[in-house]
């Protein structure tokens, strides 16, 4: 019966020790299997050794299956920096890598049409000219494609540099050699998404941009009321929010309602005004720009 006990614990801790091996930050917690099955002497009279056994290679799993996170909080309490750092590279190291993980897919190539269609968003004027697009090869590198298209009569080529892997314009250039900014790439970047809502059906990050840029010189501009509301297209694409502003002025009394068109550019946005009494003939600015502004109606704005 003793032989038995004895046979058991020697299995056990020969286990522990030779497969699992206890990392510098756990050794105390190793000892538990051992410990466990050296209580199966104590029950040999009753047969419990089996029992303590099974516990102790049970325990032994368990504790090294444990999260990688509690691990290294395990290693973070080391005192000594280097065997701390050791801790946790041991960790690290050991823990296995998910099934899913372990197979990298490659990110597909980036095709001269993917390419094109980046630029494109940001410069929809070169939609129509989409077949006529070519990789730059003196400019292309690893990093990314150069794209670009014959210029127009009197205007230098467009050249348009898209990250290959971020699958983003790093770089556009609509003036020979002059890069715009990282700001006008912003800007560019902006009014896509206004489009790209606006033809969505969700024009309201557009309207309320829009609705900022028209009360940036009014009096009060948290006063302002709108109605009659929707959103118009130019022949070039731009986006203009056209209807009728109420606002307080300066003695805090509203003025009534005008007509007003509103765009990303508060230069471009405007409220109506009387016509000057001396000349009432000659149309203001307002009345000669808003039907080129708010004439092409693309969908209405609940007020």
Known sequence: MWGDDILVLFVVCLWN????????????????????????LLGG???????FAIIGLMCSSSLYAQSLDSRIESCNKIKNSKQ??????????????????????APKALQLPEAASFCERLLPELKPRHELASEEMTRSTDDAMAVTWPPLEGK????????RQARTVSLLEIVSGKALSTADLAGLEQRARFREGVESGKPEEFVSFA???????FKDPASAVYRGMFVSKTAGGLLFLCGEVNAKNSYGAYVGFKRFYATHNSALSDVETERDARFPQIPTVFESLRPDYCSKKIVDVVD
């Not at 009279?45 to 029992?51: E, K």
């Open 17 to 40: 020790a030779s497969v699992v091996q206890p990392r510098p930050c756990e050794r105390q917690e190793s000892l538990v299997p051992v410990l466990l099955s050296m209580l199966g």
């Open 84 to 105: 701390r750092l050791e801790c946790i590279k041991s960790e690290v190291s050991a823990t296995p890598t998910p099934a899913k993980a372990a197979v990298s897919q």
């Open 45 to 51: 009279l009753v047969r419990l050794n089996f029992i």
């Open 211 to 217: 609705q900022k840029m028209l009360t940036r010189s």
């Open 156 to 163: 230098a080529p467009t050249v348009c540099l898209v990250d």
